[in-house]
């Protein structure tokens, strides 16, 4: 029966245009099946008849399946509330317009300490599946029974790595799927670093260049002297990526022969000269900068991770000015000069040397997270660099966009601070999101739409990160926006469409808080 319904699918797939076919069976439905195609000469339809009466009788008379084992324990209680309603989740997903602030209703769940509609459940656990970026914090929601349910099914499984499910089995690292055994390194690197370091080393040769980073990536949290020995061992590893990784954590340990050779390498090539030229006065430098590189590439370089060819478009030089300064935490050259980081970009400024100087810099402060290398990168060129915001608090991220956005919206600044709101992934606070109101409608005033689809995803993004509190003063601000004789109006009426959305959903989540509080229950 198998290879007669085969048969058919085939002959479905290739066309029945291919030769004349006719379909056999036994017993009764080989009679049924003589008597179908008799009655009808037309091929397709002789296949579309034959298949129905066939996928039919396969259906027919089977028995239900059986469990094999014995039922599995029931989930864990809860004590979390669930959210009494999915709606707001299903308009999420299935409006391509909202589907944006999915991670903000996962958020504001978890702030609440509610947990998602048992209904959502099997959703969540696929949308986890195919979205790393989002599978921690879905998985933080789901529950209780949203974790049983994974653990039934061999897809959902592997997201259990990333649950908080107590100490994980230590057979994990030899048997366990690439995501768990990464968990159990982290969790080793957390109670034991020497051993975490010690399970890397042994493993180290089998593993791939992928796989290789991946767990590499584990000892960037709070590596130390004791990592060492393994990471200048990684320097002479076969991937040029895992040779990069490796120098970069050396680099945040003192004494680290990568940190030693960088900066004394760095030493030699930078110079500074304390006088100035009139002109240099009048720009208010404190000195001059002075940049010597080699002419010939060292093979020495390689051992403390920097590449000799560079990127297509790059000088030689250059590339390997900005890998060495990308090595080098940027308060050395503070230490160094005895000036400030905003004193030390003032010198550079019409350099010879500027870009690659700058560039070097802006890794260096990414790598070591340094808060005041990147205010002075933002501070008024506003740095399109979205990793140096990242190093800035939400506040101080406010306060650089704030003093452009007053600007005329035809000015360069406001325009680089306008498409850096798109950027911005916190929920605004609410003055900040007055000075951001003020600036769509000015847009909206002194300019016309065109085709500059990046400005409109910019505006959608504004009413999905604007405080939901200002909402009506929003609509009232739009209200001329909102008509149809308005240009903007189809973007303005989108912003509040989404804002609304937007506040009515917190709004509910809010509720759903304060009800289970109030019955005191789960």
Known sequence: MIELWNDLTRTALLGTERGTRTWDAPDALGTLLSGLQAQETDAPVQLLRCSAVVGNFVQAGRLPARLASAAPSPAEPDPRPALGSARHLRLLLQDDRLKTLFPEWLALLAEHGLRAPESSIPTLLGLASRSPDLRRAIIVVIGAKGLWLAGQSPEWAPLLSVADLGRLDAALWETGTPEQRLAYLVQTRREAPAQAVELLAAVWSQEGA?????????????????????????????????????????????????????????????????RTGLMGQLKGRKGELSVTLPEDWDSAWTTIGIHEKPPKGMGRKAWWLEQLLGLVDPDHWVERWQLSAPEILRMVEGHAWQGTLLAGWRRATRHFGNGAWARALIAGTVDADAALWAILPPSEQEDALTQPLAMPSTDEPFKRAFDRLGHLGHRWSPSFSSVVRQACLKLFREQTPDANYARYATLRQVAAHLDPGGYQAMEHDLGPHLQASSPWQRIATEMLDTLRFRNDMIQAIESARIESDQRGTP
């Open 210 to 274: 992928r796989e290789r980073r991946k767990l590499l990536g584990v000892l960037s949290d709070a590596s130390g002297p004791a990592d060492v020995a393994f990471l200048e061992s990684a320097l002479a590893d076969r991937s040029k990526d895992v040779r990069g990784d490796a120098a970069g954590l050396l680099a945040r340990i003192p004494g680290s022969t990568v940190r030693t050779r960088a900066v004394e390498l760095l030493d030699g090539w930078l110079g500074f000269d304390s």
